[in-house]
């Protein structure tokens, strides 16, 4: 086999395979290997008679070019994974409100425990972000950024942190804007138990406040799932385009 031909193709699918590797949209670490890399191939495949690859004078500029496709197939698969842990924070923090922390279970995506609701949180948004074809986006992203981001050795950008320092901030304000609802009516329900404990304190707030609290705090779950959709397509675009930002940054 050529040795340019195969230096050329490990350039190209080095890119594409950290988007599968990291994105959910593709699998991420619930999909098997061989699929992994077998898209990860296919894509490259596919990039081969698009996309220009320079030559490689030194075996030390090969190494630092594929650290450099890596971090930047990385910067754009976490565009996705910010989407996906946004919505799980709205869920952690809506099961702690309801004290239904202490029962877990282990999520496939991500092989961390998660709550049911942080589950079901994360599920609906991994739906949502096919059904606005948030992956065609990705692609597309993906594709453009060989353009934008010529393979080669490059530089890191000064605005690198600062795109990091967004995308972070993509996930917590995704995750408060899913939770802020149950916050809001948790604290109004413990308020009103604190003024019923004053004008009845013969009344024994542990069998019947914690009912109430958590009936209340399911309806607002159930008044918040049909919203998920909407919030999530909102973000899906915002975490993208820090995804690119942070993938600028290694210019």
């Known amino acids: 086999m050529d040795l340019d031909l ?5 350039l190209l699918v080095a890119r594409p395979s950290m988007v599968v590797m990291s994105a959910p949209a593709f699998g991420g670490q619930s999909a098997p290997p061989y699929v992994r890399v077998g898209l990860a191939l296919l894509l490259a495949v596919l990039s081969l008679p698009l996309v220009p690859v320079p030559p490689v004078p030194t075996l030390a500029a090969l190494g630092v070019i594929v650290l450099r496709e890596l971090a930047i197939g990385l910067a754009l698969g976490l565009s996705v994974r910010a989407v996906l842990a946004g919505a799980e924070l709205g869920g952690h923090i809506t099961s702690s409100q309801l004290m239904l922390s202490y029962g877990s279970l282990i999520d496939p995506q991500g092989g961390a425990r998660n709550t049911l609701l942080a589950t079901l949180y ?6 949502t972000f096919f059904a606005i074809n948030g992956h065609h986006v990705l692609l597309r992203g993906l594709a453009a950024s060989y353009q934008a981001l010529p393979i080669g050795v490059g530089a890191i950008d000064g605005t690198l942190a600062a795109s990091v320092t967004r995308l972070l901030g993509v996930v917590f304000e995704f995750g408060l804007r899913l939770a802020a609802p149950i916050i809001v009516v948790m604290l109004v329900v413990e308020l009103a138990t604190g003024l019923v404990s004053k004008a009845a304190p013969a009344l024994n707030l542990m069998v019947v406040g914690t009912p109430v ?8 779950v159930a008044a918040v799932v049909p919203q998920i959709p909407g919030v999530t397509a909102r973000f899906v675009t915002l975490a ?9 940054g290694l210019r």
Request: glycine share 14%; proline share 0%.
């Open 213 to 220: 609290r958590l009936i209340v705090g399911l309806l607002v």
């Open 122 to 127: 994360g599920n609906l948004a991994l739906i």
């Open 6 to 10: 195969l230096v050329r193709v490990g």
């Open 240 to 248: 993208i385009e820090a995804g690119q930002a942070l993938a600028r």
